[in-house]
């Protein structure tokens, strides 16, 4: 028996058989070609692109209907397929340097990739699916097949060097129980798709793919961020009851009861939940949130061939609202740049994107494009219960300014004669220190505020949430961030507004407990995590969660904090169904 420690992608528990992945490099013959074959090689490249276009246009089809937005990561290879200057490289490497059509694509793919990753940032994300593709394109060429996880025989759990979107994306839903991979960092397109599948998921295990033998017996620990190799009697009986254990809590459930997320002692807490696009809004609207928390408007953009216009974006808002009647919808207006980079935004590429010029800043950089997306919002507004959000405003002058050009344009639609709700509360994220710090002076302006802990942790203990080669330092329960955390559902409460929580924290049920001690009472999260969240909920006191928000606050470090949450965690799994409870008015 080994245990083998990682970091968490997708929470959940299972065992089951390894299925370890190669690599997928195949060998390539070393040939110099001859004059007269060029074009024939020519030919075999060309074939090998058309070929996999197809097959990245299959899957985007079949899988839509099933995972919505999701698809939309097969964009990236679409975009990179279609890059004249990666496919005229090649055509150059075959015709002036005599290279045979699979020597170039591996030879040019692997500069780019290199490039891609000394770089950094954005640019370094895309850096997997390019070399995903190289892979494809060359085994297209040399007639040869790479490993699919679409045709398994049995239920496995995938180890790997490393999973791509297109194989994430392609994968048997009945057949995949989870995944173990060296590489891979938490906010990653693999990350979030496992996350919205529910598969557990953990990442950073060194060399894991030499390490487990294939069909090796595997338990994915998906809570603690441990993998269990070749399990002797004992632990597999251990897991087998934390399994059971976790299934009973209605660990996939697909409909939620917000009414049952009450504290034993009478607390209600709001669920809602984070959308990308209204692509299954009525899915969505049906699982019974309280609303939609956040909705990433920027999604409508990533991904499509062509930019949504006013009507196009206003019809998406519309459907959502209509779908979720009078539960509200918040629509954080569109956050692109850093790991949202979208060239057609803003094509600079910058050296530190995080602290680039993007979310808000780009809005008022881009004020065509904000203005557009305001008057879409305001258009649709009048169909449901909208609320609008600012992403990344530090202080109340800069949401103010984001405002004042709502009002422009709210005047603009009065002189057209267009309606629209003219008291939509407009709200601000509280997702960067500056916020938080200063969230008194922003509550005042504001109608609402949502805390986003994916990046406040990040700009808070300086750790880019997207490289898995910092992942160890990206801690959301350090005491740092829940003391910004309530110093922020504090501003809300001294002013009497609704302060949620809309990062992944507030999807995560060992983290839930802390901020219901710190006081937030409204929580949206991946429509996945609602089930278990109310679970959580139910199981509750406030003046445990209190004590326990209390204790991690007074940790002097993460590790304590940690050690703190996790007794909490151990003692709640002594705890029994909910007993009748009291309802607080
Ligand atoms: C956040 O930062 O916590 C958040 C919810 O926004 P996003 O993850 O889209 O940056
Ligand atoms: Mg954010």
Redesign the pocket.
Known sequence: MEILRGTVLSEGLVAGEALVLSSGEVIIPDVVVKPSDREKEVARFRRAVDGTLKEINELTNATEGRLGDLTRMLGTYQSLLADESIINQVLEQIRTKRKSAATAVRQVIAGYVEDFRRMGGPLANYAPELEDLGRRLVARILGKELPSLDRLPRKVVIVADEITPMQALSIDRDKVIGFVTQSGSPESHTAILSRHLGIPAITGIENVASIVPQGASIIVDGLEGVVVLDPDKAMKQTYAMKIRRATRTRWQTTTISPEESVTQDGVRATIRC?VDTSDHVRELAAMGADGVG?F?TEFLYIGKAVPPDEKAQAKSYEETLKAFGSRPVIF?TM?FGAD?FDARVDAVKEENPALGLRSIRLSFAREDLFRTQLRALLRASVHGNARIMF?MVTDAGEFLRAKAILEVVKSELKAERVPFAADVPVGV?I?LPAAAIASAALMKVADFGS??????T?YTLAVDRTNGRVSDWYKPHHPAICRLIKVAVEAGLATGKEVSV???MAGSTRLVPVLMGLGVRSFSMAPPRMGQVVDRISRLTLPACRALADAVLASPDAEEALAVIDAFESRAVEERAPAPRKRRS
């Open positions: 984070n956040l990433r954080r956050d949202k992403p994220m997702e805390i986003g802990t994916n990046d406040l990040q809309c990062g992944e």
